[in-house]
Nanobody, 122 residues
Framework: QVQLVESGGGLVQAGGSLRLSCTAS????????MGWFRQAPGKEREFVSA???????YHADSVKGRCTIYRDNAKNTVYLQMSSLQPEDTAVYYC????????????????WGQGTQVTVSS
């Protein structure tokens, strides 16, 4: 049974930083593209960042320059380091795993985590 468990969310002031973690089990972690998506109230889930098995990384324009994604295959964990957070970053952040070519489409995701809330106050 595959599980993706996120942690690290919380309440932070505008301009602050957070590091999200996602630990996976039940899959060959190093084979998967790992990513982060987010969903704000009343909005669709959207791509944030992804890292391929090769180490190549991708970021949405909205977070480029403010987010770093990296993985530790020995720990089956992917991290999202976010800085200069703004109220518009407030959302539930979801960890995602997929084996396919696409890294940004919600339809391509094989497994989802349960989500962790990030709230940025102004």
């Amino acid at each position: 049974q595959v599980q993706l468990v996120e942690s690290g969310g919380g309440l932070v002031q505008a301009g602050g930083s957070l590091r999200l973690s996602c630990t996976a089990s039940g899959l060959t972690f190093s084979s998967y593209t790992m990513g982060w998506f987010r969903q704000a109230p009343g909005k669709e889930r959207e791509f944030v960042s992804a890292i391929r098995r090769s180490g190549n990384t991708y970021h949405a324009d909205s977070v480029k320059g403010r987010c770093t994604i990296y993985r530790d295959n020995a720990k089956n964990t992917v991290y999202l380091q976010m800085s200069s957070l703004q109220p518009e970053d407030t959302a539930v952040y979801y960890c995602a795993a997929n084996l396919g070519v696409s890294y940004y489409s919600t339809d391509a995701i094989d497994y989802w985590g349960q989500g962790t809330q990030v709230t940025v106050s102004s």
